[in-house]
C-alpha cells in the first residue's frame, strides 16, 4: 500500500472526528480507494489501528461519538442493496457478506470480552450502530447471527450499565417475537425484572417487541421506581400496543395509576399519548372508549379519564360530543346506558366547575331543576329492592345492579342543577323525600339520596327537622286498616226493621178496614203513619247498608325489621357528619338517640349494629357530655363485637381522642369530688397527653395497652387502623411515647405487613412528618432508638423481625433525628442536638459490653451524625470515646472510633484558633470553598431523606452501582441555579474540554 493510500485511512479518521464533515462524502471517498486495491488485508489492519483509538475512550467524547458513525456508515456501505426474489434465486451461492463488513464483525467479536469496560462498551456499540446502519430486510450469515447473538447475551450481563445499554440495543434486531423460546426475549424480560440501573431498563424498553409474553412485562414498568422508566413505559403502550390487547383491568391499572402519578410528566404523556392513542384506534368514540373501561365497576377511573379528555377539547367539541340529548335536554330512559349516564354527569360536573364562563354551556346540556326532578322521580320508581329469587338469577342480578348504577349517577347530576329558583328547588327537595320515604326505593340508594337533600338544605336545624320527618315515616308508616261489622248492632238494626214492616202491615190492614167502613178520616190518620213508618223503614236499611261496608281508617304502625332500621340509620349517620360540629346537640337528635341509636347497639343483625355504632360515634362529636357517658360503650365494644364494628368503634374512640384529648377520660373516671386542676404525676411515657388535667394515669394506660394489643392483631384490617390512629395521635401532640413510637416502627419493618400497602404508605408518611414538625419530636425518636434496635437485636430466629436489616433501621432512625431535617431548624448553632444525646446513649451502650456484635453497628452510626458546636458536649463526647478506644477490640470499629475521636479533636482546635484570630481580608477562593461544603451538605440531606422514606428492609443499593459515571442519566445531581454564560464562553468551555485523537494519531506515526 502506497504512502497516499496510507495517509487517506488517517485523514479520514482526522476528518471524521469533525462534525461539520460531511461524513457520505469521506466514506465514498475511502469506499474508491479500497475497491481500488488488490489487497485489502493491509487496509483492514490499518483502518483497525486507528479504530483502536477511538474504542480505548470510554466517554462519550463527540469526537470519539463521530469516528464510530463514520465507520459504521463505512462497514455498511459495502452492503449490496435489497434483492428482488428472482435475483435471490439467480445469485443463491453468491457470497452475501462483504469482506470488509464480515472483517469488521470478527474483529468486534473477537474484542468484546476485553478486560477494559471502555472497548467493551465500544465493541457493543459498533456492533448496534452496524446492525442499525443496515437494511431493513438485510440478511446476514447464520454463523455470525449466531456468534453475534452469544456475544451480546453475554455483555447484557455486564458489570458497566452503558456496556448493558448498549448490548441490549444491538440484540434489537436479533429478537423473534414469535418465538416463546427466543433468548433475547428471555434476556430482555430478565433484564427488565432484575436490572438494578434504570437506563438499562430504559434501553430494554425501548427495543423490546411486543408479543403475549413481553406485555405484562413492559406493563409491569409503568410502576417502575424510576419516573423515566414509567414514562417510557407509557409511551411504549401508546405507541406499540392496541387497545384490545389489553384487558379491561390492565387499561384500568394505566389510566388509574398514570393519571395519578406524582409526576408531572407523566400525568401528561397519559393525557398526550395514551389516550389519544386509543381514541384514535377507536374512531374517536369517547362512549366506546368508556366501555372498554367497564364503567360500572370502575366509575372512578371513568370520570378522571373523561376530566382529562374534556381538558384538552375547545367549547365547540364538548357541545359537539354531547351525550344522546333529546330536546328536552334529557337522555330517554329507554337509551340510559352506564356508558353515556357517566358521560353527561362528567360534562355537566365539567362545565359546572368553569364556573361563570359556564353557564350558558351548562343550560345547553341540563334541563331547568323541575323538569329534571320530574325525569328522575319517574327513573327511580322503576328500580326497586331485588328479592332473593331475583338476586339467585344472574342476569336479572345483573339489570338490576346496572339500573341502581344508573340511578346513582343520576343522583349525583343533582350537584349541577341550579337549585336558585325556588319552584325548582322544591320540587327537588319533593322528590328526594318521596324517594326516601317509599319502602321500595333500594337501600344502596339511601345515602346517596340523603347527601343530596342536606347539600340543598344549608339550614342545620332545618336539616334536623327533615330527616327527622322522614325517618319517623320510615319507621312509623301511614296504613289503612279496615274494621269488621258490628254483628250486635246489626242484629238490632234487623230486629228494628223487622218491628217497622210489622207495623206497617198492621197499618195497612187497618187502612183497608177504614176504607171498607168508610172511616175516611181515620183512613187519612192510618195513610199518613203508613208513610212515617216506610221513611223509618228505609232508613233503618240505609244504616243496615253502610254497617255492612268495613270501615276503613289511617294509622301509624312502627316498623322494626332490619331493613328499615338500617334506612333509618344510615340517613342519621348521613345528618351527623353534615352537621356544623360546632352544632349542639338538639331535643329532635336526642330523641333519636333514645329512640332509635342506642337500641340498635343491641341488636342482632351486625348490618345495624355497625351503623348504630358509626351514628354513636358520630353523634358524640356533638357533645362532650355525650362522649363521656358513651365512651365506655364505646370502648367494650371496641373490644367484643365482630371485627367491622370493632374498627367503627375504633375509629370512633381516635376521633374522640383527637377532640378532646385524654382530658375526656379522666372527666369520665373522675369522682364528683376530683378537683379538675389537678394534675397527676407522670410515671410511664405511655400515659403522656396533651390535656395534663386530671388525667388518671391507669385510664389512659388502659386506651394505650388496648391499642398496643391491637397492634399485634392478626385481624390486618384492625391493625392498620390502630397503627392510623396511634400516628394521629402522635402527630397532634395528644400522645407522646417512645415506646409507642418503636412499636409502630418494628410494625412498619415487620415482613407480616409487606403485603398492607395502606399501612406501610401510612407510617412512611407518618415519620417524616412526625420527625420535622419539632424538635420535641425528634427527642421522642431518640428516646425509642435503643428499645427498637435492642428488639430486633434479640430477636428468635423464628420472629419475623429477624429479618429485618437492623443497619438500614439504624440509617432510618438517624437520618429523622437529624438536625438540618427540621421545617424550622433552630438558628443558635451553640445549642445541643438531638443528636449529641444519642451518640452518648450509643456510646454507653458500647461501653457495657465492648465485645457485642452490635458494637460496630453503632461505631458506623456514630460517624453519620451531625454534632452541635458545644464545647461541653464535645469534651463529654471525646471522653466517652478515649474510653470506648481503649475497650473495644474489633479493628474496623476502633479505626472508626479513632477517625471521630480526631474529627472531634480537630473540630474543637479549628473553632479555639478562629475564636482567638483577628478578622481576615474577603478571599474569593474561601467562599468557592465555603460553597462546596455547602453543596456537599445539601446532597447529605437530600440522601438521608432519600434514605429514610425508602427504607423498607431491603439490602442497601450500590453507590458503584449507581454512580452517575457508569450510567448516562442515572443518577444526575439537581441543579442548581446559576447565571447562564454568554455563546461566546461556552463555545470556548466546550472546545477545552473536547478530546482530540489527532495528537494520539500523530505521536504513533511519529514514532513508528
Not at 413481553?214 to 410502576?223: D, G
Not at 223509618?536 to 236499611?541: D, E, T
Not at 364528683?672 to 389537678?678: C, E, L
Request: negative net charge.
Amino acid at each position: 500500500m502506497t504512502a497516499d493510500n496510507e495517509m487517506s485511512i488517517k485523514e479520514a479518521f482526522q476528518r471524521a472526528q469533525k462534525s461539520h464533515n460531511n461524513k457520505a462524502k469521506l466514506v465514498a471517498s475511502l469506499k474508491s480507494r479500497y475497491n481500488k486495491l488488490e489487497d485489502k488485508t493491509m487496509f483492514h489492519e490499518e483502518f483497525v489501528h486507528y479504530l483502536k483509538y477511538a474504542m480505548i475512550v470510554y466517554k462519550r467524547e463527540p469526537a470519539v461519538e463521530n469516528v464510530i458513525e463514520f465507520v459504521a456508515k463505512f462497514s455498511t456501505s459495502f452492503q449490496s442493496p435489497p434483492k428482488t426474489e428472482e435475483e435471490e434465486e439467480e445469485e443463491e451461492d453468491d457470497e452475501d457478506d462483504h469482506p470488509f463488513l464480515s472483517f469488521i464483525f470478527n474483529f468486534l467479536l473477537e474484542s468484546h470480552k476485553a478486560n477494559s469496560h471502555a472497548v467493551r462498551f465500544r465493541v457493543c456499540q459498533l456492533i448496534n450502530k452496524l446492525l442499525g446502519s443496515m437494511a431493513e430486510n438485510a440478511q446476514i450469515d447464520d454463523d455470525l447471527f449466531d456468534r453475534i447473538h452469544q456475544a451480546m447475551l453475554v455483555r447484557v450481563t455486564d458489570k458497566f450499565p452503558n456496556v448493558r445499554i448498549q448490548a441490549a440495543l444491538a440484540m434489537a434486531r436479533l429478537q423473534q417475537p414469535s418465538d416463546p423460546d427466543c433468548p433475547t426475549i428471555s434476556a430482555y424480560i430478565l433484564i427488565l425484572e432484575n436490572d438494578t440501573n434504570a437506563e438499562v431498563r430504559r434501553a430494554v424498553l425501548s427495543c423490546i417487541a411486543m408479543s403475549p409474553q413481553t406485555l405484562p412485562k413492559v406493563f409491569k414498568r409503568t410502576r417502575d421506581i424510576k419516573e423515566n422508566v414509567r414514562k417510557l413505559a407509557y409511551q411504549v403502550l401508546a405507541d406499540k400496543v392496541h387497545i384490545k390487547a389489553l384487558t379491561i383491568a390492565q387499561r384500568v391499572g394505566l389510566l388509574q395509576h398514570g393519571l395519578h402519578d406524582t409526576s408531572e410528566a407523566i400525568r401528561e404523556v397519559v393525557c398526550s399519548r395514551l389516550l389519544p392513542a386509543w381514541l384514535l384506534l377507536l374512531d374517536g368514540n369517547i362512549i366506546e372508549l368508556l366501555h372498554r373501561l367497564d364503567v360500572e365497576n370502575c366509575a372512578e377511573t371513568a370520570m378522571e379519564t373523561l376530566k382529562a379528555l374534556f381538558k384538552g377539547m375547545s367549547t365547540e367539541e364538548l357541545l359537539q360530543n354531547r351525550a344522546q340529548l333529546d330536546n328536552r335536554k334529557l337522555i330517554p330512559v329507554d337509551s340510559l346506558t352506564c356508558e353515556n349516564v357517566v358521560y353527561w354527569r362528567v360534562l355537566c360536573e365539567f362545565i359546572k366547575g368553569k364556573g361563570n364562563d359556564g353557564d350558558e354551556m351548562l343550560e345547553q346540556v341540563l334541563p331547568d331543576a323541575a323538569t329534571y326532578a320530574e325525569y328522575l322521580r319517574s327513573y327511580l320508581k322503576t328500580v326497586t329492592d331485588m328479592s332473593e329469587e331475583q338476586r339467585a338469577d344472574y342476569t336479572q342480578l345483573e339489570m338490576g345492579m346496572t339500573k341502581e348504577f344508573i340511578s346513582q349517577q343520576l343522583i349525583h347530576l343533582i350537584e349541577s342543577l341550579d337549585t336558585n329558583e325556588e319552584g325548582g328547588r322544591k320540587r327537588v327537595l319533593a322528590v328526594l323525600q318521596e324517594m326516601l320515604t317509599l319502602p321500595q326505593t333500594p337501600s344502596s340508594l339511601v345515602c346517596l339520596l340523603t347527601e343530596k337533600l342536606l347539600l340543598i338544605i344549608l339550614d342545620d336545624q332545618r336539616r334536623v327537622q327533615t330527616v327527622a320527618e322522614i325517618i319517623s315515616d320510615v319507621m312509623e308508616p301511614i296504613t289503612e286498616v279496615s274494621q269488621p261489622v258490628d254483628e250486635n248492632k246489626s242484629r238490632r238494626q234487623q230486629v228494628q226493621l223487622a218491628e217497622v214492616k210489622v207495623r206497617i202491615m198492621e197499618a195497612k190492614e187497618a187502612l183497608e178496614n177504614c176504607i171498607a167502613a168508610q172511616d175516611f178520616s181515620q183512613a187519612a190518620e192510618l195513610k199518613e203513619s203508613i208513610t212515617k213508618l216506610e221513611d223509618s223503614r228505609n232508613q233503618i236499611l240505609q244504616e243496615i247498608s253502610e254497617s255492612n261496608q268495613p270501615v276503613i281508617k289511617e294509622v301509624r304502625t312502627e316498623k322494626n325489621d332490619p331493613e328499615t332500621l338500617l334506612r333509618c340509620l344510615t340517613m342519621c349517620a348521613e345528618l351527623l357528619k353534615k352537621m356544623n360540629i360546632k352544632t349542639p346537640i338538639g331535643p329532635t337528635i336526642s330523641a333519636l338517640m333514645s329512640s332509635l341509636i342506642l337500641p340498635s347497639i343491641a341488636n342482632p343483625y351486625p348490618a345495624v349494629r355497625n351503623m348504630a355504632v358509626v351514628c354513636l360515634g358520630t353523634c358524640t362529636l356533638h357533645s362532650k357530655e355525650l362522649a363521656k357517658t358513651h365512651m365506655v360503650l364505646l370502648l367494650q365494644i371496641a373490644q367484643l363485637d365482630e371485627v367491622k364494628i370493632r374498627i367503627s368503634a375504633l375509629r370512633s374512640i381516635i376521633d374522640l381522642l383527637l377532640l378532646f384529648g385524654f382530658q375526656l377520660l379522666s372527666e369520665t373516671a373522675s369522682s364528683p369530688t376530683a378537683q379538675p386542676n389537678q394534675s397527676p404525676e407522670r410515671q410511664e411515657d405511655d400515659a403522656a397527653a396533651e390535656d395534663k388535667g386530671d388525667v388518671p394515669e391507669d385510664t389512659a394506660q388502659s386506651i394505650l395497652v388496648m391499642l398496643s394489643e391491637f397492634l399485634d392483631s392478626e385481624v390486618s384490617d384492625l391493625r392498620t387502623e390502630t397503627a392510623e390512629g396511634l400516628a394521629k395521635l402522635m402527630y397532634t401532640g395528644r400522645i407522646s411515647s417512645a415506646k409507642m413510637l418503636s412499636r409502630l416502627v418494628l410494625l412498619w419493618y415487620n415482613p407480616i405487613t409487606e403485603d398492607d400497602t395502606h399501612l406501610r404508605h401510612c407510617l412512611g408518611v407518618f415519620f417524616q412528618l412526625y420527625a420535622r414538625e419539632s424538635r420535641s419530636h425528634q427527642e421522642v425518636v431518640e428516646e425509642s432508638f435503643l428499645p427498637t434496635i435492642r428488639t430486633l437485636l434479640e430477636a428468635p430466629a423464628t420472629s419475623p423481625l429477624a429479618e429485618v436489616d437492623v443497619n438500614n433501621v439504624v440509617e432510618l432512625l438517624v437520618e429523622l433525628t437529624r438536625p438540618s431535617a427540621l421545617i424550622k431548624p433552630s438558628t443558635n448553632i451553640e445549642e445541643t442536638s438531638v443528636h449529641d444525646f444519642l451518640a452518648v446513649r450509643m456510646c454507653g451502650e458500647m461501653l457495657k459490653d465492648p465485645t457485642a456484635p452490635e458494637v460496630r453497628l453503632y461505631a458506623k452510626a456514630l460517624s453519620n451524625l451531625e454534632f452541635s458546636r458545644d464545647d461541653a458536649v464535645k469534651e463529654d463526647l471525646q471522653s466517652l470515646l478515649q474510653q470506648l478506644v481503649q475497650v473495644v477490640k474489633d479493628h474496623i470499629c476502633l479505626r472508626a472510633l479513632e477517625k471521630m475521636l480526631q474529627q472531634l479533636t480537630d473540630s474543637k482546635e479549628q473553632t479555639e484558633l478562629l475564636s482567638a484570630s483577628p478578622p481576615q481580608p474577603l478571599d474569593v477562593n474561601a467562599d468557592e470553598a465555603a460553597a462546596d461544603d455547602l453543596s456537599k451538605s445539601v446532597k447529605r440531606a437530600k440522601r438521608g431523606q432519600r434514605k429514610a422514606s425508602t427504607a423498607k428492609g431491603g439490602r442497601k443499593p450500590s453507590r458503584k452501582a449507581e454512580s452517575s459515571e457508569e450510567s448516562d442519566g442515572e443518577n444526575v445531581p439537581e441543579t442548581v441555579s446559576v447565571v447562564r454564560p454568554s455563546r461566546r464562553a461556552k463555545t470556548a468551555a466546550l472546545e477545552k474540554t473536547k478530546l482530540d485523537l489527532n495528537p494520539l494519531i500523530n505521536q504513533e506515526a511519529n514514532v513508528s
